[in-house]
């Protein structure tokens, strides 16, 4: 099992930058890929970026349209914690951001994938 929890979030003008962590304990943290969801007020949750591999150091992204270009997933598997660079801040970027784990090879968009979810950090992004 992982345990995830986040950190990075708080309030920032429109244009600006975050940083998200997850710090994950428990066991086998390489084996399991690694995502990022947001949930606004009143909308569902929606899948951010995730970020896998497969074989050696090959390591793949995915990220929802209205981010890439501006956001930047990443992992440090020395340190058992992933993270979410956001560039470019707009205030439709406001929301709960989660870090999720689960196993590789899946379908890395869907919350069904995964396994393990952190309590979520608030992201604010002003005019």
């Known amino acids: 099992q992982v345990q995830l929890v986040e950190s990075g979030g708080g309030l920032v003008q429109a244009g600006g930058s975050l940083r998200l962590s997850c710090a994950a304990s428990?066991?086998?943290?390489?084996?399991?890929?690694m995502g990022w969801f947001r949930q606004a007020p009143g909308k569902e949750r929606e899948f951010v970026a995730a970020i896998s591999w497969s074989g050696g150091r090959t390591y793949y992204t995915y990220y929802v349209d209205s981010v890439k270009g501006r956001f930047t997933i990443s992992r440090d598997n020395a340190k058992n914690t992933a993270y979410l660079q956001m560039n470019s801040l707009k205030p439709e970027d406001t929301a709960v951001y989660y870090c999720?784990?689960?196993?590789?090879?899946?379908?890395?968009?869907?919350?069904?994938?995964?396994?393990?979810w952190g309590q979520g950090t608030q992201v604010t992004v002003s005019s």
């Open positions: 428990g066991r086998t943290f390489s084996s399991y890929a």
């Open positions: 999720a784990a689960g196993p590789r090879g899946r379908n890395l968009q869907g919350m069904a994938n995964y396994d393990y």
